[in-house]
């Protein structure tokens, strides 16, 4: 099983980029997603998820209105659509899966499955 991000490069301020995380071995269909970011010299922090338990969304306050995440169940992909790219956007981002029908969307604990990470890069 495996989970492998893509789509990351460098953006712009106000441009967009499409991450997308592509799952091997396990649908994602029933599982939990989220996205995480880690800047440089911070803590990672969660950016945003999708709860299928009870299809709710979960979005950080520094992204809610910008960033959309959202699943494609036909290619076995997660995806996180980043509009009004800024600066301090930039880190690496980590797409990462939970056995958990709840898990914290704010919180590492609880997310089993990670992928690797991608660099997103936002300057002019």
């Known amino acids: 099983a495996q989970l492998v991000e893509s789509g990351g490069g460098l953006a712009q301020p106000g441009g967009s980029l499409t991450l997308s995380c592509a799952a091997t071995?396990?649908?994602?269909?029933?599982?939990?997603i989220a996205w995480f970011r880690q800047a440089p010299g911070k803590e990672r922090e969660g950016v945003a998820c999708d709860i299928e338990y009870d299809r709710t969304t979960y979005y950080a306050d520094s992204v809610r209105g910008r960033f959309t995440i959202y699943r494609d169940d036909d290619n076995n992909t997660m995806n996180l659509q980043m509009d009004s790219l800024a600066p301090e956007d930039t880190a690496a981002y980590f797409c990462?899966?939970?056995?958990?029908?709840?898990?914290?969307?704010?919180?590492?604990?609880?997310?089993?499955?990670w992928g690797q990470g991608i660099q997103v890069t936002v300057s002019s």
């Open positions: 071995g396990y649908s994602l269909k029933w599982y939990a």
């Open positions: 990462a899966t939970s056995l958990l029908e709840q898990p914290q969307c704010s919180t590492l604990q609880g997310w089993n499955f």
